[in-house]
């Protein structure tokens, strides 16, 4: 079994998050702000040339723009507001035209294979900066506005479940079938066709979302009740501990409050004082999530929430969203798992995958049900496109000591990966 830390070293761990990196976890956007900028440009020149009608979605959105004064201030102020610094001297966004051309040419885009500059997340690249400004707060947190976003998430996502989006699973130095991208994602590890055109997938959402081969994560301590074991391929973000019922998360921090995470779940007050662990998914890991222990699905629903938001605390900052992975845990779309395991310390517990970005449609398996028994290790769902964050809450005295491997790392940009059905903790006796 793998190496549990205790008690004392634990809280230390948890509190790594004060002193973070500014760095972008996950590989979903580049690490510097260079490479996202010539990516950006590229993707203008390509829009450009391709001058393509408007989609029925982006002409709404126009629509919306134009006839409501508050949306139209919000997305004319933010463009206007990302400051003039020479960081920011190519200017990423000039007005709500460009905008609404470079969303348009993202309907039609599947994310290309790069190693070290990837851009996983194209309508969180055109939005980066604006998400960081006054108007980017107040207009990610508007209903009407979050409402449309989901419309054109939902056009994105068509476009990637369709056989036109395979054309970036070939050979060349920018397709996922290159040596580069073989190596980068581990396909072996995988169900996939290695003789056939596309490996066999069906779209490129359906390569992004593939499934294990049998084996190739084996379960840890599986007959062993107490052991809890990871629900996602992830990186740990944060541990906390004592949370409350209601807190402000919105502040710097960002402490859990665990109202609004459940959106009002009549169980919360069984989870005050108790433990919060919180990991990130990378672009190029695996994407579903299983079952951390054994039991009985009590309830599991999706909640709707925004898509683009982030934490005011966090600042003008183009890592906004991956610094305000707290945050948005209370106010993100996110799905709600709650779980009964048959070990009677952990009890009811809860499994709570989060979008980020575009990267918001959450998907339960339609066997996940009230009643509907989990082994350990067994699927829970999955995120429509690529991956997010996820936290798993569990009750006061539940944990006894996290693994090694799920504790954040002191100021360390590139977290260990906990691959899904590692050891994530051991159960109290």
Sequence with gaps: MPTLFGENKQTMAADYWARKSTFRVGHWLPTE?????????????????????????????????????????????????????????????????????????????????????????????????????????????????????????????????SEASLAVINETPRGWKCEAAQKRIGITDFEYAPAEQHWGFRSWNDFFTRRLRPGARPIAALDNDKAIVNPCESRPY??????????????????YSLADMLAGDPSVDEFVGGVVYQAFLSAFNYHRWHSPVSG???????????????????????????????????????????????????????????????????????????????????????????GSTVCCLFRPGAISAFALGALPELDHPHQPLLRVNELLAQASD
Aim: aromatic content about 10%.
């Design 33 to 161: 702000p260079e490479a996202l900028q010539a990516w950006l440009h590229g993707f203008k020149t390509k829009a450009e040339k391709q001058k393509a009608k408007r989609h029925p979605v982006i002409q709404e959105f126009a629509d919306l723009i134009d006839r409501d004064p508050i949306v139209r201030l919000y997305f004319t102020s933010m463009i206007a507001e990302v400051p003039k610094a020479s960081k920011y001297r190519v200017r990423h966004l000039n007005s709500t035209e460009e905008m609404l051309s470079l969303i348009n040419a993202v309907l039609t885009y599947a994310p290309e294979f790069e190693d070290s500059a990837y851009v996983g997340c194209p309508l969180d690249a055109i939005l980066d900066w604006c998400m960081g400004t006054p108007a980017g707060f107040a207009a990610f947190r508007h209903p009407t506005v979050n409402a449309m976003l989901k419309k054109i998430i939902g056009a994105f996502c068509v476009y990637l479940t």
């Design 296 to 386: 009985t699905v009590l309830g599991a629903r999706i909640v709707e929430g925004t898509y683009f938001s982030e934490a005011e605390s966090e600042g003008e900052d183009p890592i906004g969203p991956n610094n305000s992975q707290a945050y948005l845990a209370h106010v993100a779309a996110r799905a709600i798992i709650h779980i009964m395991a048959d070990d009677p310390v952990i009890g009811h517990m809860v499994v709570m995958p989060i979008g980020m970005g575009e990267i918001s449609s959450c998907i339960i398996d339609p066997g996940i049900k009230p009643g509907a028994r989990v082994a350990k290790g067994s699927e829970l769902g999955y995120f429509q496109y690529g």
């Design 238 to 255: 944060r541990i906390a501990r004592g949370v409350k019922r209601q807190d402000d998360f919105w502040i710097k921090g960002q402490p």
